[in-house]
């Protein structure tokens, strides 16, 4: 979107056609950052050892429990 576009939105109400197009672009930015998310949720997760396969769903312990 350049300068010019940004300007022209601010300037007034957009007609339908335009509304439908921003609420397009809208909908498609928020589906990357979703997407975006579940990707480093999932780096998150294998980084620190909380993956499907570590056994625990905290993850694996790092530390003995203590006695007493």
């Not at 300007?7 to 930015?29: D, F, I, K, N, V």
């Not at 998310?37 to 980084?47: D, Q």
């Given at each position: 979107?350049?300068?010019?576009?940004?300007?022209?939105?601010?300037?007034?109400?957009?007609?339908?056609?335009?509304?439908?197009?921003?609420?397009?672009?809208?909908?498609?930015?928020?589906?990357?950052?979703r997407s975006a998310v579940l990707v480093?949720?999932?780096?998150?997760?294998?980084?620190?050892?909380?993956?499907?396969?570590s056994g625990t769903a905290a993850g694996?312990?790092?530390r003995a429990p203590s006695s007493g």
């Amino acid at each position: 979107m350049g300068a010019r576009d940004r300007h022209r939105e601010l300037a007034g109400p957009a007609s339908q056609a335009e509304a439908r197009r921003l609420t397009g672009e809208l909908r498609a930015a928020i589906e990357e950052v979703r997407s975006a998310v579940l990707v480093l949720a999932a780096r998150v997760r294998t980084g620190h050892g909380c993956g499907p396969h570590s056994g625990t769903a905290a993850g694996p312990r790092t530390r003995a429990p203590s006695s007493g």
